[in-house]
C-alpha cells in the first residue's frame, strides 16, 4: 500500500518557468489537499478538493492551480515561478475517522522547490 | 492572520524528562484539535486528536490537555525518548466538511538527548 505519493521529490526552476506537482493516492479517498511548509511557518493550506470534478481554493492560491479529474490524482501546477513560491510542498488525502467523525490525512514525503 | 500560535518554538528534553508544547486559538469556530508528528525528510503523520467535549485524551505516552474557556491545548509527551526527537505541528479545523482544513500552528523542534 504505497499511500500517497509525490514527484518530484526536489526540483530547481528559474524565475517565470513552469511546472507540475505530482500527487497520487492508491486509499480510495475522496479528500485530497495541498500544503505548503516554510521554515517557522507551519503549513499552509493551497487547494483542495473533496472529490473529482470539485475543488476549491485553501488559505494561499495564489499563483497555483489544481485539477482533479480523478479520485486518485491532484496534480498541482506552478504558474510564473516566483521566489516566494520556494518552499516544501506536501499533499494530503483523508477520510472520515469512524470514531471520531473527523478526516484524518495522510500525507506524501513532499516535494522540495527551489525557485531562483 | 495566524490563528493557532505555538510554542515553544523549540524544545531540548532529558530521557525519561516530560516534554510540553502549548497552543492557542481564537476561532471558536474549531471543533477538532490534532497534533502531527513530523520527522526529518517526511511528512507529518497524525499523532492524537481531542474534540472539544473533553479535557483530556490519553494514548501511551502522549497527553492531549484541553481548555475550551482559554482556548489553550497542550501536549504532554511522558517519559520522552530520543526517537520522540521530531517537529509537532498542533493544529485546528472546523466541523463538517471542513475537517481537513487544518490550520496549523508554527510548529515545534523537539530534541530528547539519551
Known amino acids: 500500500n504505497a499511500g500517497v505519493t509525490q514527484t518530484p521529490k526536489f526540483r530547481i526552476l528559474k524565475i517565470g518557468q513552469s511546472m507540475t506537482l505530482q500527487c497520487a493516492q492508491d486509499m480510495n479517498h475522496n479528500y485530497m489537499y495541498w500544503y505548503r511548509q516554510d521554515p517557522g511557518m507551519g503549513l499552509k493550506l493551497i487547494y483542495y478538493?473533496?472529490?473529482?470534478?470539485?475543488?476549491d481554493k485553501g488559505e494561499v492560491p495564489n499563483g497555483y492551480n489544481v485539477s482533479r479529474s480523478t479520485t486518485e490524482d491532484f496534480p498541482l501546477r506552478l504558474e510564473l515561478a516566483a521566489p516566494s513560491q520556494t518552499s516544501v510542498y506536501f499533499c494530503a488525502s483523508s477520510d472520515r475517522d469512524k470514531n471520531s467523525g473527523a478526516n484524518v490525512l495522510t500525507f506524501g514525503a513532499g516535494s522540495r522547490l527551489t525557485v531562483l | 492572520q495566524q490563528q493557532v500560535k505555538q510554542s515553544p518554538q523549540s524544545l531540548i528534553v532529558q530521557k525519561g524528562g516530560i516534554s510540553i508544547i502549548n497552543c492557542a486559538y481564537e476561532n471558536t469556530a474549531f471543533d477538532y484539535f490534532p497534533w502531527y508528528q513530523q520527522f526529518p525528510g517526511k511528512g507529518p503523520a497524525l499523532l492524537i486528536a481531542i474534540r472539544p467535549d473533553v479535557s483530556e485524551k490519553k494514548e501511551g505516552r502522549f497527553t492531549i490537555s484541553f481548555n475550551k474557556s482559554a482556548k489553550q491545548f497542550s501536549l504532554h509527551i511522558m517519559d520522552s525518548q530520543p526517537g520522540d526527537s521530531a517537529t509537532y505541528f498542533c493544529a485546528a479545523s472546523k466541523g463538517g466538511t471542513s475537517y481537513g482544513k487544518l490550520t496549523f500552528g508554527q510548529g515545534t523542534i523537539l530534541t530528547v538527548h539519551p
Open positions: 478538493s473533496v472529490g473529482a470534478g470539485i475543488t
